[in-house]
């Protein structure tokens, strides 16, 4: 943990330097390129000393499959290649340490490594294997139309934006900052122009930057304050289980669960500053014409608290693992792609029981909660104390549920998990089930998402 922190720190300084010093107008893309890539492999080395070998050989296997591979399949063999080493790698953590988490656990990084791999990958197929027509708005503005070059690829993988704790990007946006178009491109993205600027706009990330160490800091202050105080074991404590009351084991599962996400916070928020302070993450012009610096933001806080659905709490929690999960997964899958898009994730995080739990968990509680949504709704959107009452009441829910399907991921073994379950009597699987079969929802087929898709590029392209 000192590591990856001086190393973030460190690499925030660097970050400055870089945009400062190495700018797209005071060095070329091939000595940003080799700046990036070489801090990047240092941090590794320095973080996670041998253990960052692992690092390099996924990279420079997946390299090789880019390389040699048809285009046809070269998105599934590095599919399977990587996801296929990182789950070797968390195999490893599993029956060698025992469930413990390594003081040099390159894990995280792989993980991210294996995101960029695979979304490359996809992208790289999307731009040469098929046709415009068989892609949606969104995989043709990502699709890359040529294999990078060594040091593009390695640049992509291991800068040291990145190398520690992410976040994934795709790789044209990438591309774009070290080549010094990834400001105008933007801005041309969102019409700068009617946003009331007559010239080229050059907006700074500094103040961005700022705004999110204050996060960083506050997280911090919470993660040593609160986090330890508030253990999650403790809810399947014998004595705690046999003095306290059902409500209010669920009102500390929430207190408990609080006080685990200061760590996320830190981590990812510090990791946004870092490639904001290196000018890359600018994604626009908001409504009242402010610049937006959250490309790359993994994250939305006052969505997460206040969220009234299931599906709002996801999309703004790791909210790049979402992306990606919805690009290599969800929207390329034939059939049951909630479904499918859950077990990738619990596979990506690792082979821990509890993640298991968690994400199957989170496929029956999604979709009970779409069903009570598509179905219950609109009943309540008739009048503003209707509607006001509609959202405290599924706030509170969503709160819970999230509590209660989170749980075992932070336990990961299966005996406290199942302690945990059968202490607060399985309750949220069983409602669930009850509200699938009692309001049933059809899932949605792959040829109907694409038709909505073929409707949406035709959309655009009319405009």
Sequence with gaps: QINFVACQLFALLAAF???IYLSPSHASSAVRHAFA????IYFAVFCFGWYSIHLFVLVMMSYGIMNMASIPNIHRYSFVVAMGYLTLCHISRIYIFHYGILTTDFS???MIITQKITTLACQLHDGIGRQAEELTAEQNRLAVKSRPSLLEYLSYLLNFMSIIAGPCSNYKDYIAFIEGRHVH???LEVNWKQKGYDRLPDPSPTGAVMYKLCITLVSLILFLTLTKNFPMAYIIDNEFLDKTPFLSRLGYLYVVTQAAKPKYYFAWTLADAVNNAAGYGFSGVDERGTFRWDLLSNLNI???ETATSFKMYIENWNIQTAAWLKRVCYDRAPWYPTALTFILSALWHGIYPGYYFTFLTGILITLAARAIRNNCRHYF?????????YHIVTWAVTQLAVCYTVAPFVML???PTIKFYKSVYFHMHILSILVLLLLPIRPQTHSVRRA?????LNSIKSK
Excluded: C, D, H, Y
Aim: proline fraction near 6%.
């Design 413 to 415: 073994a299966v005996e």
């Design 381 to 389: 959107l008739s009048s503003v104390p209707l509607k006001i009452a």
């Design 108 to 110: 995280g990084p792989l």
């Design 185 to 187: 491109m933007k801005l």
């Design 37 to 40: 890539t070489l801090f990047g």
């Design 302 to 304: 006052w969505n997460i």
């Design 452 to 456: 909505q898709n073929q409707a949406m």
């Design 17 to 19: 330097w870089f945009r």
